[in-house]
């Protein structure tokens, strides 16, 4: 099945959200086959698409491991 969602989060200012875009680089880069994750930066936010082939649950922890990610980059800002 294809799949496909974007998560966006709005940041104050537009170095938060480079810092954040940059951090979720390597995500874009090292998607196993069947999925296709896309993270750019948006007017302050940060913008990720995420694209699969294959299983719900492939999807979810997708997502999941993203929002983690985002999670640990904003802590470390």
């Known amino acids: 099945m294809k799949m496909k969602a974007s998560i966006s989060c709005f940041y104050e200012d537009e170095s938060t959200s480079q810092a954040i875009a940059s951090?979720?680089?390597?995500?874009?880069?090292?998607?196993?086959?069947?999925?296709?994750?896309?993270?750019?930066?948006?007017?302050?936010?940060v913008v990720t698409k995420v694209k699969v082939d294959g299983r719900i649950e492939t999807l979810l922890a997708?997502?999941?491991?993203?929002?983690?990610?985002?999670?640990?980059a904003e802590e470390m800002i």
């Open 62 to 72: 997708t997502l999941d491991d993203l929002l983690s990610c985002t999670s640990t």
């Open 23 to 45: 951090a979720l680089q390597p995500d874009n880069l090292q998607a196993p086959e069947g999925v296709d994750v896309k993270t750019f930066r948006k007017e302050g936010q």
